[in-house]
């Protein structure tokens, strides 16, 4: 089956090109390859005390993406093109790895809507808007409601991106960005790692009126495995996710879901889970529940392919 998996911080964790394929972290290449044919997602994540610091970060987490394809093309392709992408399911037995290239905050264009420009061009397809902090763009759902949803810059911003064909992430993004987005954007967006808010009591999960919002415009909602997100006991396993899944399918159907694992961005695992190698039996579950294997396969991968491709 084809994998898809829209969420993982390994470039925050690791520094060489080789590291990428093998490490003793959650995500490496070679496992997330034991499980099929596979896009991963990889985020430009980083903590810091200023935009300029995370800004700093972020781009050097996206020169180890681009070194990792340069040194290694056989092994690893950024996807930018549309027919990249379409062609990559029948890729079988090829042990290459897609990567589509995301920002987990706006803090990585530095104030500049021309820096945008220059991002896409390096390879960047999704903007995270914001992640615990507000920044220049908008306010997270962490923050302290600095623009009360999103900036002037920020709607410059959404814009921009929707030109270009960057798809926007609502994930950590304050309910009030969560709103104006959903009011000025005519593209499809996705939450790419959070759960709902019904099923888990915590804000950074999403309100059923935000899943039926996401999944309307044809966008996707990657289900994130944190057991904090999953569970408010904390204690999570496989049942937790395929409950997330159940209530969001319930709600609005299944070609809205798909995963956004949140591999080594997370510091522990549900039970059952100890890394990417384990996403088939996620799927082996849902299918032992009767799920009808075309839906699977959408949440296993087709359906962030299909908004991929649209967006
Ligand atoms: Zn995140």
């Given at each position: 089956?084809?994998?898809?998996?829209?969420?993982?911080?390994?470039?925050?964790?690791?520094?060489?090109?080789?590291?990428?394929?093998?490490?003793?972290?959650?995500?490496?290449?070679?496992?997330?390859?034991?499980?099929?044919?596979?896009?991963?997602?990889?985020?430009?994540?980083?903590?810091?005390?200023?935009?300029?610091?995370?800004?700093?970060?972020?781009?050097?987490?996206?020169?180890?993406?681009?070194?990792?394809?340069?040194?290694?093309?056989?092994?690893?392709?950024?996807?930018?093109?549309?027919?990249?992408?379409?062609?990559?399911?029948?890729?079988?037995?090829?042990?290459?790895?897609?990567?589509?290239?995301?920002?987990?905050?706006?803090?990585?264009?530095?104030?500049?809507?021309?820096?945008?420009?220059?991002?896409?061009?390096?390879?960047?397809?999704?903007?995270?808007?914001?992640?615990?902090?507000?920044?220049?763009?908008?306010?997270?759902?962490?923050?302290?409601?600095?623009?009360?949803?999103?900036?002037?810059?920020?709607?410059q911003?959404?814009?921009?991106?929707?030109?270009?064909?960057?798809?926007?992430?609502?994930?950590?993004?304050?309910?009030?960005?969560?709103?104006?987005?959903?009011?000025?954007?005519?593209?499809?967006f996705?939450?790419?790692?959070?759960?709902?808010?019904?099923?888990?009591k915590?804000?950074?999960?999403?309100?059923?009126?935000?899943?039926?919002?996401?999944?309307?415009?044809?966008?996707?909602?990657?289900?994130?495995?944190?057991?904090?997100?999953l569970?408010?006991?904390?204690?999570a396993?496989?049942?937790?996710?395929?409950?997330?899944?159940?209530?969001?399918?319930?709600?609005?159907?299944?070609?809205?879901?798909?995963?956004?694992?949140?591999?080594?961005?997370?510091?522990?695992?549900?039970?059952?889970?100890?890394?990417?190698?384990?996403?088939?039996?996620?799927?082996?579950?849902?299918?032992?529940?009767?799920?009808?294997?075309?839906?699977?396969?959408?949440?296993?991968?087709?359906?962030?392919?299909?908004?991929?491709?649209t967006?």
């Amino acid at each position: 089956m084809f994998f898809f998996d829209a969420h993982c911080d390994i470039l925050s964790a690791i520094s060489e090109p080789e590291e990428f394929f093998t490490n003793k972290h959650h995500w490496d290449a070679e496992r997330a390859l034991s499980n099929g044919p596979f896009i991963q997602v990889l985020s430009l994540f980083a903590e810091g005390k200023s935009e300029d610091e995370i800004k700093k970060k972020m781009d050097a987490q996206l020169a180890t993406a681009l070194l990792t394809e340069e040194k290694y093309p056989e092994r690893m392709k950024i996807i930018r093109k549309n027919e990249e992408l379409s062609n990559w399911e029948g890729s079988v037995k090829s042990p290459k790895i897609g990567c589509i290239i995301e920002a987990e905050g706006a803090e990585v264009l530095g104030g500049s809507l021309s820096e945008l420009d220059r991002l896409y061009e390096a390879g960047l397809r999704i903007l995270t808007l914001s992640w615990n902090y507000d920044n220049a763009v908008c306010d997270s759902i962490a923050g302290n409601n600095r623009h009360n949803g999103l900036s002037a810059f920020g709607r410059q911003v959404i814009n921009r991106a929707e030109t270009l064909g960057v798809v926007i992430d609502l994930s950590h993004a304050s309910d009030k960005t969560f709103s104006d987005v959903e009011e000025i954007s005519t593209k499809p967006f996705i939450a790419s790692h959070s759960n709902s808010r019904s099923v888990c009591k915590y804000r950074r999960n999403l309100t059923d009126k935000q899943i039926n919002s996401i999944a309307k415009r044809g966008g996707v909602i990657g289900i994130n495995l944190c057991p904090d997100f999953l569970n408010n006991s904390g204690n999570a396993d496989i049942m937790d996710i395929i409950r997330h899944i159940e209530y969001i399918s319930a709600l609005v159907g299944t070609s809205c879901l798909g995963f956004g694992c949140d591999f080594d961005g997370i510091d522990s695992l549900p039970a059952g889970i100890s890394g990417v190698q384990d996403m088939s039996r996620i799927v082996e579950t849902l299918l032992r529940f009767n799920y009808k294997e075309e839906d699977v396969k959408g949440i296993a991968g087709l359906n962030f392919k299909r908004l991929f491709n649209t967006v």
